[in-house]
């Protein structure tokens, strides 16, 4: 027993004595709560219309019913009601399909007279999925109309055809629903598995090298460092830029089958041409190069590859935090946040996927990026000049 | 005789960590390793810098590669400073310690051609350079051997080989014979020799009094960081052994 305890207080000595250990240690704890904090904010506001947007709701054969115009009076929206006739339906849906208008509600011919003599007229209300404004809209007459349907007698009327969800309603396009689902989900994916990709090997490569003792092998030849910080970087970014392609690839060509119950009518990338994929390899390329070069920059400075990957840990917590707030689809305008290293590069991918791109985001994200590697390999250069940090032990 | 190596007053301090100051038992967080040290050594001959641990000798030989730098003080190397031309000291001197190491996956014959390369060895001349070396050491039959694969001495061999690609003039070893087995031990100082007798400046620095009797034209003795002899060999070992004058100097320096 006494054996027993003396082994137990020597290993606690160790997991509690030591600060990194005790880090990586609490590090998950803290990393699930901000993810999820995140995660649950961003959830909340998918969907969700401008707190600000005048909404335009088309009706055909009005109801007279006043429970029913109640639902026009609310404090949470502003609402414009435009009653028009049956032959403009297929005219509003057609704007409801490219975003200009919100919602439109045709009400059977003789609705009220039907609905009092109980043979259950319909009502059919057409949106648009992937315009927040008018899913907003649609959700909430949707859920207007069914409470009075469900809770009161008088109410017997079938909604979208009595199918409730009304998918076929939903007049969004398959290209658009496509690109809301992807842009959800795949700039995500791909900007964790570019800095995994990356952390994999770039910080093992100097530390690895210190550790192995390799590294001094190569400081005592006339290379300048400048050349050997580039020769590094680079190596490692080809390599990270290749497994990225390859990563990019699957993600693209699993998303239809893992989309598959999102959507009824599947996914399409028909959407996507050259300049959309050009653009997005750009931006696979400068994350790549980012991410490689700040990763070596904390393996030149650790001692050991496990040194280093403790030092490359915070990064990867902002880095999954500012993937998560690409998971929303909402695109900042304000062309300065393009200057914010990582998050220029999800907002970038955000706004091709989305097929939002703006010429000026993209070149000033571009070009930071380009300032921020070449800053890192600057400082690399200076680090492989610093004798501390090359030999300490 | 030519002065290819002129040691000016080094000094070198480094700082401690608390970790640092324990082990070293002291409360100071500086620790002058090298300490106004002046040397010189002639071309075609092997000086041999003799010391204790944590003499500075290991520092004084990383400070003359061009790895660390001297706080004051310099190195001339054929008259090119080693503080104000790091770079063109590099294609002048060969590197070796036992804490310098080769890849692992690499093979002897890639890792020669890499640093033929980054050395700007013209290629007739890295052929020629290689089938020497290779043959010499007998790497020639593990050229496309992992070096991981190879053994202790089969390893120090290409190390040595791969510090020798470019034909240096200086050649700067530190524990040289470090590690290895007595064979591949005699093959090193023999080489040394060969070395010396070709016209290179060699520069060791070790704790075993036998090598430096049997391959040294001159030692000097380390310190704490001082110099506090430098003659030739012969001379110092006139009376007595080597082993016997280095304490007899300790003595008097350290007073234990």
């Known amino acids: ?137 649609y959700t909430y007459y949707l859920t207007g109309l069914s409470e009075k349907a469900i809770n009161d007698i008088k109410y017997n009327y079938l909604i979208n055809g009595g199918v409730g969800a009304g998918s076929t309603n939903n007049l969004a396009t398959k290209e658009d629903v496509s690109s809301q689902v992807i842009t959800m989900i795949v700039p995500y994916i791909l900007i964790i598995f570019l800095f995994t990709g990356c952390m994999g090997i770039a910080t093992e490569s100097i530390a690895g090298e210190k550790e192995r003792g390799t590294i001094a092998t190569l400081l005592v030849t006339p290379t300048k460092r400048r050349d050997i910080a580039l020769g590094k970087v680079l190596a490692l970014s080809i390599t990270s830029v290749f497994s990225s392609v390859v990563t990019f690839i699957a993600v693209i060509a699993s998303v239809p089958n893992m989309m598959g ?50 030092y490359a840990m915070p990064i990867m917590v902002i880095t999954m935090m500012i993937g998560v707030l690409s998971m929303s689809g909402n695109i900042p305008t304000n062309p300065a946040l393009y200057l914010v290293p990582v998050y220029n590069i999800a907002m970038g991918l955000t706004s091709v996927f989305a097929g939002k791109i703006d010429a000026l985001n993209i070149i000033l994200a571009t070009v930071s990026n380009v300032a921020y590697i070449a800053g890192a390999v600057f400082a690399l250069t200076k680090l492989f000049n610093n004798e501390k940090i090359m030999f300490s032990k | 005789m030519k002065e290819l190596l002129v040691v000016k007053n080094l000094k070198k301090t480094f700082k401690l960590s608390k970790k640092q100051q324990k082990i070293e038992k002291t409360t100071s967080n500086l620790k002058v390793a090298v300490n106004d040290l002046s040397f010189t050594a002639y071309e075609g001959e092997i000086y041999g810098l003799l010391g204790p641990n944590g003499a500075g000798k290991t520092t004084t030989l990383r400070i003359l590669s061009t790895l660390i730098k001297a706080d004051e003080g310099d190195a001339f190397i054929d008259g090119i400073s080693v503080k104000e031309k790091p770079n063109d000291i590099r294609k002048k001197i060969g590197f070796l310690t036992s804490e310098l190491k080769l890849e692992d996956y690499y093979t002897p014959n890639y890792m020669f051609d890499y640093f033929a390369s980054l050395h700007g060895v013209d290629e007739k001349d890295l052929l020629d350079r290689k089938n020497q070396l290779f043959t010499r050491f007998g ?118």
Request: aromatic content about 8%; overall charge negative; some cysteine.
């Open chain 1, 1 to 137: 027993m006494k054996n027993i305890l003396t082994i137990m207080k020597k290993e606690l000595k160790r997991f509690f004595g030591d600060r990194r250990m005790l880090l990586s240690l609490i590090l998950p704890g803290l990393i699930v709560f901000v993810l999820y904090t995140i995660m649950g904010q961003f959830i909340g506001s998918i969907g969700k219309g401008d707190a600000n947007h005048d909404y335009n709701v088309y009706i055909v054969n009005n109801s007279n019913d006043k429970s029913i115009n109640d639902l026009h009076e609310v404090d949470k929206y502003k609402i414009t009601i435009n009653e028009v006739d049956e032959d403009q339906i297929d005219a509003i849906k057609e704007d409801i399909k490219i975003k200009t208008k919100d919602l439109l509600i045709v009400f059977e011919k003789d609705f009220d007279a039907k609905k009092n003599n109980g043979t259950s007229p319909t009502v059919d209300l057409y949106y648009n999925s992937t315009n927040d404004n008018s899913q907003e809209i």
């Open chain 1, 261 to 310: 119950g999102v959507s009824e009518s599947g996914i399409t990338l028909s959407m996507y041409g050259v300049k959309e994929i050009l653009l997005i390899l750009l931006f696979i390329v400068l994350a790549v190069l980012l991410f490689t070069s700040i990763l070596t920059v904390l393996s030149t400075l650790a001692k050991s590859i496990k040194e280093a990957t403790q």
């Open chain 2, 139 to 256: 790497i020639d039959k593990f050229s496309e051997v992992k070096i991981g694969d190879l053994s202790t001495g089969m390893k120090q061999k290409v190390s040595i080989a791969v510090s020798l690609v470019h034909n240096p003039d200086l050649i700067i070893f530190d524990e040289p014979t470090n590690g290895l087995d007595v064979i591949t031990a005699k093959t090193v100082t023999d080489y040394l020799l060969e070395l010396k007798n070709q016209g290179k400046t060699i520069i060791i620095s070790t704790h075993i009094f036998s090598l430096v009797e049997k391959i040294c034209d001159r030692v000097g003795i380390i310190v704490n960081g001082h110099m506090v002899e430098e003659d030739y060999v012969k001379e110092l070992t006139k009376e007595k052994d080597l082993e016997d004058v280095f304490f007899d100097i300790y003595k008097r320096e350290v007073g234990e």
